[in-house]
């Protein structure tokens, strides 16, 4: 436990310590992937914790990796006008439970080996970084994480892919869907049963 | 006295002529070869513009539009649609590719194959349908990884199952897989039905509808020819016989554009004139047979209408060159009126020569008919001169060749004929004797009645419009008519629209904006607006979906789910049960029990996908653009020159279907009251109606008002002028009345129906009034048959237009029918009638 402290302090460290170039915003990029994974698995995967911890600490490594702001924005996109501004703070409150709940939901099984980062590749003005997440029926999952390199914040996770589709995508559609249908009352519901 | 002096210088005249037949001939001869040799300097110019005066306000601004951006009115439009986007791209892209450096054609332009437009092309849509359309390549993404890595049926097949699995796990509905299946099956059906159909990826996943393209040609452009733009015309035509048969068909393609317009025009003229030709030789042969009575005479009578046309076509050459599409016309006219000379005066003659031997019925005839045929020359030519002074050049030539004409017929006739009877004395007499008309005068219920007739047409008539949209004379079945048509039922590709020549960019901008909020307006366009709206978020739309467009392009596919299906059976059985899944579980157990090898339809279901990864990767490139990056070709529609000196260009498309005058006039009228300076096809048709319109209004009653002073110069009567004018312009309201309830408005090939009737009709008043005031009973007399036979020789000859597919042409037929059939009417019911209001005189009864 201490040792993967370490990791994601050291991580962090080399994220925000170099100066800004290509190389360095895939090793960011790559630095912040291992904490998330390293975060994730070891919430996922250590039999010790309880639900409720194992979704605090999964929360944790989440809020620590991923851009909310990002992920916020696009998924509400111009229906976002909808929610006043107490529905947004509470949709603000609820995202980083919502995508704990989507992590591991996705990846939370057939967690005996621990995920392999593999690459990291540039992807426009970000970087994705290649994972294989092992499955319960032996095989592995290819993962791309999308990383942005923001000056302010270090390098954080803006979407998550699997097979090119984008989950961002997904749950955007998914969220116009239920506002356009429910509301944002509906929108709010549905990330609470969908949460950690 | 003037009656006196005609009558003595025709009787000489013709004298002359009768005893010196060898000299008449040989002079008549050496202008008609003077003729001959001037033909080499008459041309036909086919630009339309060029028919109405250039100082003309509509037409400077015209000019001004064309001098900035000469290309756009000339260029040939290939215009591609079917019900997928897959073969139509497909299509545009081969043609594209061949026509590119093809001889006659200097330049190629398609948004579709353009390679700014791949790359920016996302931007163009709409937010919510890019949102969309990223969104359905997104979730398509792992699909077309995998069959990029394995083009097989096999492959396919797995992908289908995959998809099928992925949406049932994500609880996906069923429907969203329905246009992958819908297609899917349609493509194994048509394979086991042998019918062309290959599988349209970029519409079973973009979801796009029946789409449109054009491929823009700037042909070279060689005016010595009838269809300047033959050899571009032929090549595009070549490619688009040799495009790829699987492609060729699941579109529809066709040539559109002014040159294509105009060549198909000529061909739709030329098409229906054989039979045109056959019948009117058999009907004018009949109408001449009936009123001449021999071949000879006949034939005399054609002979001299012949040296009419050629010496008048002569006159035509020096006096004016180059003809235009309403002046070549002149031809008509001259039928109609050289004609009427030599039958008059033949049927004269016969009347004469059943008392008298040959040369005094040559007199008797020359100083019987001689004020007549003076009056009518004279009074005729002066009314074609009347068209001279006018802005619509197109008439105004008419009438010049017209009025010479009148002269020239009016000499041959008087020439030709009494020289030949002086050759040959026996052609003087026809059949002998006749029987006389049933009456001698028109009863009075027929003069009621045509008055009647002529003043209730009167308020009809004048709703009579000039139609100058070049579309209202082209056959409605003409390919190039048809694809014009499939372009404005698209209302952002219709092709009549307004432009605004602006000096700066700014300026461009603001009466853009200005002129985009009127209602009659549906966008206003200027190159500004060519950059799309909304780039930050559509970029970001781009952006976020970017690594699934790269992925599809170039990843390498994740199995998502096992045990897929790779047999048409297996999927078969692994199909949800949605409609679209069912059709497709049908095709495929078809497909199975046909045992068709995998390569017949591997064909068929990978033909496209290459050309999707392709568009994909570019489409992945998208990048904020300006101006600046714009395809030169399409720039240049919009700015002409550079720096200071560039004009702008604001297009003003408009928001209703314009086809028609009153939504064209209230869409011009609308946008000149925000931008006077507005020009463009619209405005031209707009300005060319009102300035043909009044032209033929001011010139009709001038040459009504001179032939009403020429006439009562010679005849001292107001009532015989009245007998004259009154039919012609009841006539004249009859025809255009009926043009009305026909739906046939005047247009550029039809309108020489009024100069005609003005003509003829004038031309058998004058007979008819003169005759009578010196006979009893004028319809025992020769005249009235004249009069019949020479407005039936021209409607034998000229009403077989009316079966032309070329609606101008028909137009012309049926119009000119109507006219010469209501001069003619309109003069033997109210002329005897109204000449016989005139007080006796101490004339000499000159006739008998």
Known sequence: MPLSRLAIALAAAVAFAVPASADDAETRALATAETLVEGAHGALADPGLSDAARADRLRAAVSSAFAFDIWERFLLGDRGDALSAEQRGEFRARLPGFLAHLYANQFGKGLEDKPEIQEARPARKDTLVRARIPRANGKAL?????????????ALVIDVMVGGISFLVLKREEFASILDDEGPDGLLSFMAENSL | MGQEWAATAVEAWVARAARHPQVALALLGALAVLAVLALTRLGIDTDSRRMLAPDLPFQTRAAALNAAFPGTKNQIAVVVRSARADPADAAVSALAEVLSGAPGIEAVFAASADAYFQRAGLLYLDRRVLEDRLTRLTKSANLLAGLRADPTL?????????????AERADIPDEALAGLQTEAAAVFDAALDARPRRFAWASALGGSAQVLRVLTLSPT?????????????????AAIAALDPAIAAEVEIGLTGDPILRAEELRSVAATMPLSLGLSVVLVAAVLWTALGSPARMGLALGTLALTLLLTTGFAALAIGDLNLV???????????????????????EEDAQRLPPAEALARTGRALGPALVLTALSTSAAFLAFAVTDFVGMAQLGLIGAAGVLIAFAVSLTVIPAAIGLRPRW???????????????PRVMVWAALALGLGAIPLAAEMRFDADPMGLRDPNARSVQVQDWLAQDPDRAPLRLSLLVGSAAEAESEADALAVLPEVRSARWLGALVPTDQAAKLELVDIAWPSLDFAVGGEAVPLAEDLPRTPLALAEALSQTPAAAQLAEALRRWEASGLPDAAIEARLFAYLPALVEQLAAQREADEVTAEDLPPALAARYRSGAGPDALYRVEIVPEADISTPAARRAFVDAVRAQAPAVAGPPDQIEGAARTVARAMAEASLLALALTAVFAFVAVRSLALVAAIL????????VTL????????????????????????????GIHLALRTERSAAVFATATPRAAAASALTTIGAF??????????????????AIALVTAVAMAFALTPTLARLAKPTERPDMSR
């Open chain 2, 726 to 733: 009154v039919p012609v312009a009841l006539a004249g309201a």
């Open chain 2, 428 to 442: 003087i007499g026809g059949q002998g004797p006749r029987p006389a008309w049933r009456t001698p005068d028109p």
């Open chain 2, 221 to 237: 452009l060689d005016f010595s020819r009838p269809n300047p733009a033959r050899e571009a015309m032929r090549a595009a035509e």
């Open chain 2, 799 to 816: 009403a077989t237009l009316a079966l032309s597919d070329h609606r101008g042409t028909a137009s012309m037929g049926t119009l000119l």
């Open chain 2, 737 to 764: 009345a009926a043009g009305v309830a026909l739906g046939l408005p005047l247009n550029y090939a039809n309108v020489i129906v009024l100069p005609l009737l003005i003509g003829i009709g004038v031309d058998t």
């Open chain 2, 327 to 349: 002046s070549v016309a002149f031809i008509v006219l001259m039928v109609g009126l050289g004609i009427d000379f030599a039958i008059h005066l033949l049927l004269h003659l």
């Open chain 1, 142 to 154: 290819p993962v791309d994480w999308r990383v942005r390199d923001f000056e302010d914040r270090g």
């Open chain 2, 154 to 166: 096999g492959g396919f097949l797995a992908a289908l199952g995959e998809a099928e699995r992925l």
